[in-house]
Structures are given as C-alpha cells and as structure tokens.
C-alpha cells in the first residue's frame, strides 16, 4: 500500500538557518503530494503542495519540489523564524477525485530558537 | 480558510463507558469527513470515510462496533467511542471537505480512558 516516510526529528535550528525536512514515498499510480502543518493547539493546515512530477510547491517562504524519480518531496525554507515552529507533516493522496484520501508521514518537530 | 472545529478537545473517561466526539464544519457544507486517529509521535492514521446521509466507509482493521460514525448533517459528524477501554486512549483527529479537493481540519480531541 501506500506509504509515507519523513525525517525524523525533533529538528531544532537558530533562527534564519537553512530548514531541510526529508520527505519519501511509496505509491502505486501518480499521488498527489502535500505538506500539512500543525502549531501548537491548532489543526492541521496545508502548507503547500504538488499534483504531478517536477511540480514545485509554495508558500511562506517554504518549497518542496515533486521529484518523481526519487519518489521524494523534501521541504525547504532558506531562512526560518521562531514562527514556524510547529510539526511538519508529509502527506500523499491516492488521486481519488475532489474526496481523496490521505496517507500520512510521522511527523517532525521543528522548534526555532531565537 | 475554512473552520472546523471539534468537540470535546480533551476527555477523561472510565473503562466501560462510551465518549461522544464532534465534529463540525462552521463556515462550509462538508460533502465528506474523515476521521484519523494518531498515537504519539506516529502518523495520523485514516479510521473511516463519511459521506452526509450514507453509512460510514471503515479503513481495514478498525471495528465498526466500536467507532461508531454518524454524518446526519452537511456540518456535522460524530465518532462514539463505544464500551471504551484503556488501549483507545488517543488523539482523535476529524477533516472535512466540501468537493473542491482541499481537506481542512478539526484541531483534535484527545481521549484517556482510565
């Protein structure tokens, strides 16, 4: 089945440093890619994704780029803030039309310290 | 975005009893909710489908008995906890989507049984 494998963290940065959250998956078909991010005491929210290969995804400073060799989706963000600390999580779809259904990484901890 | 709220966000039962958990869209007409279930520092794993008006479609492995699912309403689905026991104790996470591909979510309920 489907599966997804993310970094594992915590992963703990200096504000402005360069952020890398590794991103894997396995799938039969072509999924579509998603990052979701949870702040403290908040849902789920999606942070960007990528519906097919070499698609690049964006917002708030973050990338991931859909890389269908690798099977890969690794988040990037040049310079973080205290901001974005929250867990990071990887996510693909099985492309199931407008209800689809998610398949989850673990998630990882990202705190920034001042 | 679009709001989805959940109720209780935290609850403590006895071993024996049932727990009730909502969860509502408040801005939107969710077509379909999911409900996920996450164990600490695990991934959000999908329990169960729910289309308004229809029976509840369950992922492999989880008892329908148990969790029992209710979607009466375009805003609102229940997940019951029947005859609760210890091992249920987790983080119940709901999501909502009204058609157009985007899943928003609800920020979790979490569940000690005692």
């Known amino acids: 089945g489907d599966s997804v494998t993310q970094m594992e963290g915590p992963v703990t940065l200096s504000e402005e440093a360069f952020l890398t959250i590794n991103c894997t998956y396995t799938a039969t078909g072509y999924p579509s890619l998603f990052w979701y991010v949870q702040y403290p005491g908040e849902g789920l929210q999606l942070l960007l994704k990528a519906t097919k290969a070499d698609d690049k995804g964006s917002n708030k400073g973050f990338e991931a780029t859909y890389r269908k060799e690798t099977t890969s989706f690794h988040l990037e963000k040049g310079s973080v803030q205290v901001s974005d600390s929250a867990v990071y999580f990887c996510?693909?779809?099985?492309?199931?039309?407008?209800?689809?259904?998610?398949?989850f990484g673990k998630g990882t901890l990202l705190t920034v310290n001042p | 975005g679009a709001v989805v709220s959940q109720h209780p966000s935290w609850v403590i039962c006895k071993s024996g009893t049932s727990v009730k958990i909502e969860c509502r869209s408040l801005?939107?007409?969710?077509?379909?909710m999911f409900w996920y279930r996450q164990f600490p520092k695990q991934s959000l794993m999908l329990m169960a489908t729910s289309n308004e008006g229809s029976k509840a479609t369950y992922e492999q492995g989880v008892e329908k008995d148990k969790f029992l699912i209710n979607h009466a309403s375009l805003t609102l689905s229940t997940l019951t906890v029947t005859s609760a026991h210890p091992e249920d104790s987790s983080f119940y996470i709901c999501s909502a989507s009204w058609g157009a591909g985007e899943l928003f979510f609800g920020e979790g309920s979490r569940l000690t049984v005692l």
């Open positions: 801005d939107f007409q969710a077509t379909t």
């Open positions: 996510a693909l779809s099985d492309g199931g039309g407008s209800n689809y259904k998610l398949t």
